[in-house]
């Protein structure tokens, strides 16, 4: 390949790889720089030499928004040569183009309650916190591996798995807490979250998780509506009922515009 990219580029490669669909802030943020036209520089390159797509409205209202990027053709070129990222995963990208935007907007918000994590994380080393936080994070392309060790968890229609540890400052204690988050489509049927939420449950009942961790995982479940979460939780309930409520298994529900507007680690969680 005769293009040359800096290894900032090759950076974002790796993180349009591991989240698919990153608007420009985002990019910047996991990059941890100040200047937003250095961004705009690098992906404007990559977006000429074709290793990434753009998408941008020019429609008034929606010329406001950050652009959002891609892999394109030269860009899963580039990761395929490095011999790093499994090819079955790799083929996946070359349909991206085709994706609809409520998995684009999907991408978007599994990156963005990365980005929140990161933000917890860092705030926790401030002198005035009694704890520090670290995350340990596996998105759906990591998932995706066969090879990885949560690849089971791909059956129970798992978004992202968080691994919290958390150190008292004092005693340098760390206790580890594990999350597992699954963002509910708008289009959704009732039966099919009905059937996600018998899963979880299933995964409870079973053995795989001992292989993991002794304390079952938090679920988390992300709603698009108000509706669609007023019938989870009601669903959830009576199964949790017939399951004589396990007092281990612990599910909560947030609204999508929540966790947008506070953060995944907000106090935007109910029962």
Known sequence: MTNKITPKQKQILQYLYKYKFLDRKQIQQFLDHKYHKRINDWLKDLNQ???????????????????????ALNGIRHLKEQNEYPIEILRKFYRLKD????????????????????????????????SELSYLIATPVDLANPDYRFN???EYKVDLVV????????????????????????????YSIRHQVKKFIEL?????????????????????????????????RKLLEDEDNPKD??????????????GVTGDIWEK
């Open 204 to 236: 409870y009942n079973g053995y795989e998780w001992d292989d993991i961790n002794e304390t079952f995982p938090t679920i988390m479940v992300i709603c698009p509506t108000i509706a669609t979460m007023i019938y989870t939780k009601r669903m959830t």
């Open 249 to 262: 298994l612990h599910i909560q529900f947030a609204m999508v515009e929540k966790v947008k507007e506070f």
């Open 163 to 190: 691994k919290r540890l958390k150190t008292k400052k004092s005693g340098k204690r760390t206790n580890s807490t594990y999350f597992l988050l699954t963002i509910i489509a708008p289009t959704l049927p009732r």
């Open 99 to 130: 994706r609809s935007n409520d998995f684009i907007e999907k991408c978007i918000l599994i990156a963005q309650m990365v980005l929140d994590l990161k933000t917890a994380a860092d705030k926790s080393h401030d002198k005035k916190e009694e």
């Open 152 to 154: 089971f968890l791909t």
């Open 49 to 71: 030499k074709e290793y990434i797509n753009r998408i941008y409205s020019n429609k008034f209202g929606e010329n406001t928004k950050p652009a959002i990027y891609y892999l």
